[in-house]
């Protein structure tokens, strides 16, 4: 140590700078919240203590854990301090050139091209970049995410959304490698959507919002027990009866050694209504579909938002638009990706049918045709106080296959209907999934059960393929499986082969 006074940070697994994000997070998020400084001064005189033993990049130390990125770009956000957006290029950039893949140590962050390593770690990194390029426009940080997360999209995501599969390190696999025995930690999904919530803003594109949501009501709500009190920390996508899968838990836990989950789960959730809308320019987008109401300003004009819907069960969203006075602005309907044919902004996963329905929107009960843009339905006119937009997302169930190349779902198809992904859970089905076969014949009906799971829409699987006969099972969403105890489950069921060739040889 070259100065006195300075403290031993240390280099490598530590988590005193991971912490220190967290405490930074929570400051703004407490200061947005009351409009009281009190945490925000004592995370801002800590950030000082890290500016006096980083601030002159002589100390190159990349944080053990990332997350203190983010925490220091919202600092500076809130105070316009442009050291604390220094500070977090400065961790940013403290990595490589040649370290361990795990902690994203291998390469120069903006040489990386690819999702490596532990998944949380690599997310908050991710995002952390984000940030420093939407604030400071450096091209080599735009390039280097836009790649990484194209590898995300196209070879490395979970059809729930979620990421780092690999139970040994807690990481990114290879390409395609996307077994259902999976680890996608809860904090590498919330790490996912913060992700992709700032590539939207920096972008403007609704296919980070496609991701964003597909976990959302998937591999990121699965963390929580219907009760709120129990925790998932792996969310697999199939589970085999044997034992304990979650963190030496049958089931969720309530509490974890290594505790992150729980709290982040529960931030998120109290976060995510502030990613319902965003304004540009004169341009009010509108992301997220759920019965609410919201303020913005848009065009120098107070505008409160109102939205009647029942979504994810039903694609129809009544959305009343007041604005203080008459004022002319563009309004954006985020267009799902699932509701234009594409479950992913990828060719990583596809649905299996043709089952195609329109969407549309009504002005005033009148149909228009807005164009396209970037994923949003563009609608430009003066509007009026109490102005009502009806969106229909039509919500057919969807057969969904995934890329040839991912091993573990090859002559497997899965569910999924609106942005929901369904899951055969065992022990209302008297029959392991693992042993179900989906025929040709099998045809899914829509099923509403309000007294079920506190009110999903399930899907009656008619004609699957059981040992002893052919028979009807149950898929419930794949966010709600072990809220009833703990029995084997599969999101992906085999489908029976259909060729005379296979028959003719047994
Ligand atoms: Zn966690």
């Known amino acids: 140590m070259d100065r006195p006074g300075a403290l031993a940070w240390d280099p490598d697994l530590s988590h005193e700078l991971y912490n220190l994000g967290h405490l930074y997070e929570a400051g ?31 100390l190159r130390i990349a944080p053990g854990h990332q997350v203190i990125e983010m925490g ?69 940080y735009v390039a280097a995410i836009g790649k990484i997360w194209d590898n995300v999209a196209e070879k490395k995501l979970s059809l729930t959304g979620g990421v780092g599969p690999l139970q040994r390190g807690e990481a990114y696999g290879a390409d395609y490698e996307l077994p259902n025995a999976c680890y996608n930690e809860t904090c590498a999904a919330i790490a996912l959507m913060m992700w992709n919530q700032r590539m939207f803003l920096f972008t403007g594109e609704a296919r980070y919002l496609d991701v964003l949501e597909r976990t959302c009501y998937n591999g990121f709500i699965s963390g929580v027990a219907l009760t709120g009190d129990r925790f998932f920390y792996p969310n697999p996508l199939a589970y085999d009866g044997s034992a304990k899968n979650n963190h030496d838990h049958a ?20 976060a995510l209504t502030g990613w319902f809308y965003a304004v540009r320019d004169a341009s009010l987008y509108v992301n997220f579909y759920a019965p609410s109401e919201g303020a913005a300003t848009v065009a ?33 309907l985020r267009i799902p990706g699932w509701a234009q044919g594409h479950p992913v902004p990828s060719d990583l996963y596809t649905y299996a049918d043709d089952n195609r329905p329109a969407w549309t929107v009504r002005v005033g009960g ?3 045709t807005p164009e396209l843009e970037s994923g949003y339905a563009v609608i430009t006119r003066e509007w009026q106080d109490g102005d009502i937009v009806e969106l229909n997302l039509p919500m057919p169930v969807h ?8 091993e573990a779902v090859r002559g497997a198809v899965a569910f999924e209907r609106g942005p929901v992904v369904y899951a055969v859970e065992g022990a209302v089905n008297r029959t392991n999934p693992a042993d179900l076969l989906v025929t040709a014949r099998t045809k899914a009906r829509v099923q509403r059960q309000p007294d079920l799971l506190g009110d999903v829409v399930t899907l009656v699987l008619d004609e699957v393929a059981a040992p002893e006969a052919t028979r009807h099972v149950t898929a419930i969403p794949y966010a709600v499986w072990n809220n009833r105890g703990l029995a084997p489950m599969a999101v992906w069921l085999k489908e029976k082969a259909q060729s005379i060739s296979q028959e003719g040889a047994e």
């Open 399 to 406: 057969t969904v296959r995934g890329h040839p190349k991912i």
């Open 366 to 368: 009148q149909v228009v």
């Open 251 to 270: 089931g969720r836990a309530p509490w974890f050694g290594c505790a992150c989950c729980p709290p982040n789960l529960m931030r998120t959730l109290a």
């Open 300 to 332: 120098d004009t107070a505008v409160r938002l109102t939205q009647a819907t029942d979504y994810p069960w039903d694609g129809r969203i009544r959305l009343t638009v007041s604005p203080a006075r008459p004022v002319t602005f563009t309004l954006r």
């Open 28 to 58: 703004v998020a407490h200061f947005q919240a009351t409009g009281r400084r009190t945490l925000l001064d004592v995370c801002l005189q800590s950030a000082e203590l890290v500016w006096r033993d980083f601030g002159d990049r002589r």
């Open 72 to 140: 220091l770009a919202k600092l500076h956000r809130v105070t316009g301090d442009p050291r604390w957006l220094e500070l977090a290029r400065i961790f940013l950039e403290a990595r490589g050139p040649a370290g361990k893949e795990y902690s994203q140590q291998h390469l120069p962050i903006t040489q990386q091209t690819t999702a490596v390593g532990h998944a949380v770690r690599a997310n908050y990194m991710y995002a952390g970049m984000a940030d420093v390029a939407a604030l400071s426009g450096d091209a080599a």
